[in-house]
């Protein structure tokens, strides 16, 4: 059997706090980007999660697909463009349009995405993490 890891969207409702209770249970507090391109390292392992694949399983994933949703999005994509190169500005600037038009990719979304890569029929499938969503 794999290693079982639960989240809780009881337990945040900002992309940070969702690394912050991610790598609480996950990471047993380890150090970490804390942005999605380090989410989606740790998740082939080796930083603190399971080499070998794990489960995860959300609770109360719906209340985090609201909070996790268009307006959590757009405050993440008006801060990334203060920090962003320059030569990324135009596509987050496109992002942050859609994102106010309720349009493209939440965060929540794009969460659930980067585990599913790492998942069954996923392209980094052999990283063997599975997500359930409860």
């Not at 999605?36 to 999660?49: E, K, M, S």
């Amino acid at each position: 059997m794999k290693p079982v890891i639960h989240i809780d969207g009881e337990r945040f409702a900002t992309l940070d706090e969702f690394f912050r209770h991610f790598q609480e249970q996950a990471l047993d507090g380890a150090r970490w980007g804390n942005n999605l391109d380090a989410f989606h390292d740790v998740l082939r392992g080796g930083f603190g999660t399971p080499e070998d694949g794990f489960l995860l399983i959300w609770k109360n994933h719906r209340l985090s697909k609201s909070r996790l949703g268009y307006a959590e999005t757009q405050r993440v994509l008006r801060r990334r463009l203060t920090t962003c190169h320059p030569a990324n500005l135009e596509h987050v600037q496109a992002e942050l349009a859609l994102a106010e038009q309720q349009q493209g990719a939440t965060v929540f979304e794009s969460l659930v995405q980067i585990i599913r890569i790492h998942g069954p029929g996923g392209p980094e499938q052999e990283d063997g993490v599975e997500l359930l969503l409860q």
